[in-house]
């Protein structure tokens, strides 16, 4: 009897020491996400404009206005075709946390398969290859690219 309690024992604080663990774990996955998703909300800045638009002219967006850093990029495109690919490499040290958005010409962020987080390569390469849709409007988008605590905004055409 004795022994059949021991075995319970023990077994009852494996478990329980067992998923101590694992919700200690998982919060602390969820506090680095929260943490992540909070740096890497892109910033919008509205520069004031020198005279006053007509009344017809739509409201402003609250996409970025682009911003020049020090980031090297390998490929960046200055145009893209509405329903083809596009790609672009950033070069980073490896480890580091690259990320980019993308914003259509009429101002929504693109949900798009290839964008968002990317890890570096062993050459330390960062790449984000998306297609963009062929009902996407022509015009100017805007591209943030967030490489560590480094943050950067282009512009670039969408052509049909």
Not at 46 to 58: F, K, R, V, Y
Not at 85 to 90: A, H, S, T, Y
Request: charged share 15%.
């Amino acid at each position: 009897m004795l022994e059949k309690t021991s075995i319970w024992f023990r077994r009852f604080w494996g478990v329980f020491l067992g998923l101590a663990v694992v919700v200690g774990v998982l919060t602390n996955i969820s506090d680095l996400r929260d943490d992540f998703k909070q740096s890497s909300l892109p910033t919008t800045v509205s520069a004031p404009s020198p005279t006053a638009a007509p009344s017809n002219t739509p409201p402003p967006t609250s996409t970025p206005v682009p911003t020049i850093g020090p980031f090297q990029f390998l490929l960046l495109p200055k145009q893209a075709r509405a329903g083809e690919d596009c790609k672009i490499i950033l070069q980073a040290a490896p480890g580091s946390v690259c990320h980019l958005d993308y914003y259509t010409p009429d101002g929504n962020l693109s949900t798009a398969r290839g964008l968002g987080l990317a890890t570096p390569d062993s050459q330390g390469k960062c790449t984000w290859e998306w297609h963009i849709s062929a009902k996407t409007q022509t015009g100017t988008a805007k591209l943030v690219i967030l490489l560590n605590d480094l943050q950067e905004t282009h512009e670039f055409e969408i052509i049909p």
